[in-house]
């Protein structure tokens, strides 16, 4: 029995999903939305569409949402703002609190408490102004990869090649954040890993294995296009199946990550090494998306995966209130 079957869609109440939103993501986040708000429904869910780019905070509150399912995706919607505002509302809500959100939405403070956890990740510099961008190729290696820290969806990201090609990357991903990432390249395989839970009882989904045209899975790619395969689970050894889920789900826990998330990981072509890469505090939930694909290959529908996401919606910083 999936925990979905055991879930009695009167006890959740009047359910809202967020979706849309102000971010660069916010055509996915549409998309998302519909999904869920539809699977929602079919199972006789008392859900609403609830659009945070069009909408204000005094509306949300006025609905008199018993829970919300956030189908954002990117900047106020993923990075704890939009938690926080829910924790004063005191609206349970799905996915992770304020502080794993805002950490799990900069890629390099990410990187830093895995680092600090003896987790695999690859080799980084954090770009300004006045960074020598000849140097930081030479430490990193050509090829790098060039992206704003705060976007996700591969937005604003760039493969640099050579070090003339490094202004022109680097300039793209300051237009869209206050900094800049540029991470060692690495040679391999793109794997997800999507989780379920929190803390001892977070559960790993079999992971799958993205194969991109020429190794671009980009923002078309990944949504807009069926060239991308996927394999779940992936032709792999069981030995890094189980590594590989064993490093996300330590990944996951080490940002205090709850609910649901998506851990993107490579693996080295030269020795099948692992490199965590980054953390989904909101996943997608369209028909392109990863977290479904992953729970239809242990049997979880997409409906059931709904339901089981909205059942564990809950306030996360109201312990000891009253």
Not at 17 to 41: D, K, N, W
Not at 229 to 247: H, T, V
């Amino acid at each position: 029995m999936n925990a979905a079957s055991a879930i009695d869609v009167k006890q959740l109440g009047k359910v809202g999903v967020l979706f849309g939103g102000r971010s660069a993501e916010r055509e996915v986040s549409l998309m998302s939305g519909a999904g869920v708000l539809a699977a929602l429904q079919s199972q006789g869910v008392d859900a609403h569409g609830f659009d945070t780019g069009e909408r204000s905070l005094a509306e949300l509150a006025a609905e008199k949402f018993d829970r919300v399912f956030i189908a954002l995706h990117g900047r106020f919607g993923e990075d704890g703002s939009l938690q926080g505002a829910l924790e004063q509302l005191g609206i349970p809500y799905t996915g992770s609190g304020v502080m794993a959100c805002s950490v799990g939405m900069d890629k390099v403070y990410t990187k830093m408490i895995w680092l600090m956890h003896k987790l695999p990740t690859p080799q980084y510099a954090v770009l300004d102004d006045a960074s020598d961008l000849a140097q930081v190729a030479g430490q990193l290696g050509l090829p790098l990869i060039v992206k704003p820290p705060h976007e996700g969806s591969s937005i604003g990201i760039t493969t640099v090649h050579e070090v003339s090609a490094f202004q022109g990357a680097y300039d793209i991903a300051a237009g869209l954040d206050d900094s800049v990432l540029a991470e060692q390249f690495i040679t391999g395989r793109e794997f997800t890993v999507a989780i379920l839970g929190q803390g001892a009882t977070a559960r790993a989904l079999p992971p799958i294995e993205i194969v991109a045209p020429q190794g671009n899975y980009d923002y078309q790619n990944k949504y807009f296009t069926d060239v991308t395969q996927y394999f779940c689970p992936p032709q792999l050894d069981a030995a890094i199946i189980a590594e590989m889920e064993r490093i996300a789900l330590a990944a996951y826990r080490a940002l205090g990550c709850e609910g649901w998330g998506r851990v993107d990981v490579l693996m080295r072509n030269a020795d099948s090494a692992l490199f965590l890469l980054e953390v989904n505090t909101s996943p997608g939930m369209t028909g392109h998306s990863l977290v479904p694909m992953a729970a239809r290959a242990v049997g979880i529908s997409y409906e059931d995966l709904c339901l089981e996401i909205v059942a564990s919606a809950r306030l996360k910083i109201n312990k000891g209130q009253h």
